[in-house]
């Protein structure tokens, strides 16, 4: 007898308390969807890979044992050829001021992104981007700072998500996916590494049990395939829009209101100074993000990078929203 679940209210958001509730229901209800790009972007993967096998089980022909197979791979030429010539011609990152008067700000941004390519090799992951959405049909980039070797200010740098490691809501149409109600990406880790991720809860981290089956639901990412190595633990980030309270200066005379982005404990002052302004609350939109080790919740708060936009680029070669 099927098993009714009751609706889940969409606007609840996740917390210590109901985050195992909130991730199987998401899982529950756009994984079906969600499957159907994973296993075709897998039988893309094999073939390119020069994997065709899959084809005898998928029209049940198994040939004799004495029997001799041919394949010829019609795939990975046609995609090299694209992608190396994206390789050989792709552009370097420059900036330019949009306002006069700006352009040492541009110049530094330009050194910064030049560090983060000469040092992290950014376009070359950009690249291998472009070549696994040829392969697969879409993946995502993410930008952070990585604080590993500079643990003060970190480093500019591009995480590359296939096609295996994240499922969304399958519904976003705008090329930016800004419309997107979440993003959940996988991951698998070991302990040292988790402790460096969370060094508070390096007690709670010790006493994690490997994954096993128990947490590992993206069943295309190669560490499944492995069932004797469980000592690794699932890190899972699940990106879901919100809205936050954000403070803005209005201007009587001219009815516009400013972003304030410097400290607040300033704005005070300039109100009482300038005699021009006054201080807003609105409400805008954002994204959060809940970091969940083996489903037991890590982080839940607004991005640490402190912008509002998706935190994610998709690059996609075949994907049609409709």
Same mark, same amino acid.
């Given at each position: %007898?099927?098993?009714?679940?009751?609706?889940?209210?969409?606007?609840?958001?996740?917390?210590?308390?109901?985050?195992?509730? #909130?991730?199987?229901?998401?899982?529950?209800?756009?994984?079906?969807? !969600?499957?159907?790009?994973? *296993?075709?972007?897998?039988?893309?993967?094999? +073939?390119?890979?020069?994997?065709?096998?899959?084809?005898?089980?998928? +029209?049940?022909?198994?040939?004799?044992?004495?029997?001799?197979?041919?394949?010829?791979?019609?795939?990975?030429?046609?995609?090299?050829?694209?992608?190396?010539?994206?390789?050989?011609?792709?552009?370097?990152?420059?900036?330019?001021?949009?306002?006069?008067?700006?352009? /040492?700000?541009?110049?530094?941004?330009?050194?910064?992104?030049?560090?983060?390519?000469?040092?992290?090799?950014?376009? !070359?992951?950009?690249?291998?981007?472009? !070549?696994?959405?040829?392969?697969?049909?879409?993946?995502?980039?993410?930008?952070?700072?990585?604080?590993? /070797?500079?643990?003060?200010?970190?480093?500019?740098?591009?995480?590359? #998500?296939?096609?295996?490691?994240?499922?969304?809501?399958?519904?976003?149409?705008?090329?930016?996916?800004?419309?997107? *109600? +979440?993003? #959940?990406?996988?991951?698998?880790?070991?302990?040292?590494?988790?402790?460096?991720? +969370?060094?508070?809860?390096?007690?709670?981290?010790?006493?994690?049990?490997?994954?096993? *089956? $128990?947490?590992?639901?993206?069943?295309?990412?190669? !560490?499944?395939?492995?069932?004797?190595?469980?000592?690794?633990?699932?890190?899972?980030?699940? #990106?879901?829009?919100?809205?936050?309270?954000?403070? %803005?200066?209005?201007?009587?005379?001219?009815?516009?209101?400013?972003?304030?982005?410097?400290?607040?404990?300033?704005?005070?002052?300039?109100? /009482?100074?300038?005699?021009?302004?006054?201080?807003?609350?609105?409400?805008?939109?954002?994204?959060?993000?809940?970091?969940?080790?083996?489903?037991?919740? %890590?982080?839940?708060?607004?991005?640490?990078?402190?912008? /509002?936009?998706?935190?994610?680029?998709?690059?996609?070669?075949? $994907?049609?929203?409709?």
């Amino acid at each position: %007898m099927p098993l009714y679940n009751p609706p889940w209210d969409t606007d609840t958001e996740p917390s210590e308390s109901n985050v195992k509730t #909130w991730m199987h229901n998401l899982y529950g209800k756009f994984e079906p969807l !969600e499957q159907a790009r994973w *296993n075709q972007s897998n039988i893309d993967t094999l +073939f390119y890979a020069g994997e065709q096998r899959f084809i005898n089980s998928y +029209f049940n022909f198994n040939p004799t044992y004495n029997a001799q197979s041919y394949y010829f791979n019609l795939i990975q030429q046609p995609i090299n050829m694209v992608t190396g010539f994206q390789r050989q011609h792709r552009k370097s990152i420059n900036y330019t001021p949009l306002q006069s008067g700006r352009q /040492d700000y541009a110049d530094d941004l330009t050194k910064v992104i030049t560090y983060a390519n000469n040092y992290r090799g950014i376009l !070359e992951k950009f690249s291998t981007s472009c !070549e696994q959405s040829a392969v697969a049909g879409l993946n995502l980039l993410q930008p952070y700072l990585d604080f590993t /070797d500079d643990p003060i200010n970190g480093t500019l740098d591009l995480k590359v #998500w296939s096609y295996n490691s994240f499922f969304t809501d399958s519904y976003w149409r705008e090329p930016d996916m800004s419309d997107a *109600n +979440f993003v #959940w990406t996988q991951q698998y880790l070991s302990k040292g590494e988790a402790i460096n991720y +969370f060094p508070k809860k390096a007690d709670l981290i010790k006493t994690m049990s490997g994954y096993g *089956n $128990r947490y590992g639901k993206f069943y295309f990412l190669p !560490e499944n395939y492995n069932l004797s190595r469980n000592d690794l633990l699932v890190l899972s980030h699940v #990106w879901y829009r919100s809205k936050r309270m954000k403070k %803005m200066l209005y201007n009587r005379k001219d009815g516009i209101a400013y972003d304030y982005v410097d400290n607040e404990k300033f704005l005070n002052e300039i109100v /009482d100074q300038t005699g021009m302004f006054e201080t807003i609350e609105v409400q805008v939109p954002t994204w959060k993000v809940a970091i969940v080790l083996n489903e037991q919740l %890590m982080f839940n708060n607004r991005n640490p990078l402190k912008f /509002d936009e998706c935190p994610f680029i998709p690059v996609y070669w075949n $994907r049609d929203p409709h």
